[in-house]
């Protein structure tokens, strides 16, 4: 099983023969089920998040084969239920491409964008889906959610026109959250809230993912903050022991070096 492939094909089929063998033979993937690997799928796949935001190449390539691997381990496992198999998965998401894209497979015009999740949407309607929200997963991160939420009331029409008028909601909803805090209410969850979904919103209207976004600050934040503990520590101090003005002075100099 050393020899690599050049195509594509031969490639995907000496996976498959892998994890066939894996199977019988590895105490480890004998015992795997489908829900033992999930959370294993769900951590995989912030790695391959974290390699795109570093725009690491080879890692991404990794990353990639890892989770093409519990592709191919979720339909063996299904496959020895007899429930469906690899050339059901792959069949079902073709039918499903042609299926949503019948301005290339049809006589359906969409030039935009906008037009084909319009498109999307409907399809998805009319092949019995209640409502256009049941397509996003309940345990998505509630910011990842919030966007998908947005995103697919978009698809429908239910959406502001401008980015000036989101601006504008996230002001007003950054006051009701001020009142609600000055008043000690009960509600502060609720407004607190609203203001990250609106600024999740306006976000989307400017052209930023929110999630790489914030990840990026805390990626920010962890470099300059172990500058501080670095620096503070060739000084023969203690952050515990310095004031915030003092603390605040690095973080300046962190500014600019990281």
Same mark, same amino acid.
């Given at each position: 099983m050393t020899n690599k492939?050049?195509?594509?094909?031969?490639?995907?089929?000496?996976?498959?023969? %892998?994890?066939?063998?894996?199977?019988?033979?590895?105490?480890?993937?004998?015992?795997?089920?489908?829900?033992?690997?999930?959370?294993?799928?769900?951590? @995989?796949?912030?790695?391959?998040?974290?390699?795109?935001l570093e725009k690491d190449m080879e890692s991404i390539k990794g990353e990639l084969g890892d989770l093409m691997l519990h592709l191919v381990f979720y339909s063996k496992i299904a496959a020895e239920?007899?429930?469906?198999?690899?050339?059901?998965?792959?069949?079902?998401?073709?039918?499903?491409? %042609? @299926?949503?894209?019948? *301005?290339?497979? =049809?006589?359906?015009?969409?030039?935009? @964008?906008e037009e084909v999740k319009a498109n999307w949407e409907k399809i998805k309607l009319r092949s019995g889906k209640k409502s256009v929200l049941e397509g996003v997963p309940k345990s998505l991160p509630a910011m990842v959610k919030a966007t998908?939420?947005?995103?697919?009331?978009? =698809?429908? =029409?239910?959406?502001?026109? *401008?980015?000036?008028?989101?601006?504008?909601?996230?002001?007003? @909803?950054i006051e009701e959250l001020h009142c609600e805090v000055q008043a000690g209410s009960d509600r502060i969850e609720d407004e607190l809230g609203d203001v990250l979904f609106s600024v999740i919103n306006y976000s989307r209207f400017i052209g930023i993912d929110p999630e790489s976004a914030l990840e990026r600050t805390n990626k920010k934040f962890i470099k300059r903050f172990q500058y501080l503990e670095k620096e503070v520590k060739k000084k023969g101090?203690?952050?515990?022991?310095?004031?915030?003005?003092?603390?605040?002075?690095?973080?300046?100099?962190?500014? =600019?070096?990281?």
């Amino acid at each position: 099983m050393t020899n690599k492939n050049t195509s594509p094909g031969a490639a995907f089929e000496r996976l498959i023969a %892998i994890m066939d063998e894996l199977r019988e033979k590895c105490p480890w993937d004998k015992k795997q089920t489908l829900n033992t690997l999930r959370y294993l799928t769900i951590e @995989e796949t912030y790695e391959l998040a974290d390699a795109i935001l570093e725009k690491d190449m080879e890692s991404i390539k990794g990353e990639l084969g890892d989770l093409m691997l519990h592709l191919v381990f979720y339909s063996k496992i299904a496959a020895e239920k007899q429930a469906f198999d690899m050339v059901d998965v792959l069949n079902t998401v073709c039918e499903k491409l %042609i @299926e949503r894209h019948p *301005h290339i497979y =049809g006589d359906v015009e969409a030039t935009t @964008e906008e037009e084909v999740k319009a498109n999307w949407e409907k399809i998805k309607l009319r092949s019995g889906k209640k409502s256009v929200l049941e397509g996003v997963p309940k345990s998505l991160p509630a910011m990842v959610k919030a966007t998908r939420i947005q995103e697919k009331a978009r =698809g429908v =029409g239910f959406d502001w026109d *401008h980015k000036e008028q989101v601006l504008k909601k996230v002001k007003e @909803e950054i006051e009701e959250l001020h009142c609600e805090v000055q008043a000690g209410s009960d509600r502060i969850e609720d407004e607190l809230g609203d203001v990250l979904f609106s600024v999740i919103n306006y976000s989307r209207f400017i052209g930023i993912d929110p999630e790489s976004a914030l990840e990026r600050t805390n990626k920010k934040f962890i470099k300059r903050f172990q500058y501080l503990e670095k620096e503070v520590k060739k000084k023969g101090q203690s952050l515990d022991k310095m004031t915030l003005e003092e603390m605040d002075e690095i973080w300046e100099d962190a500014k =600019g070096k990281t």
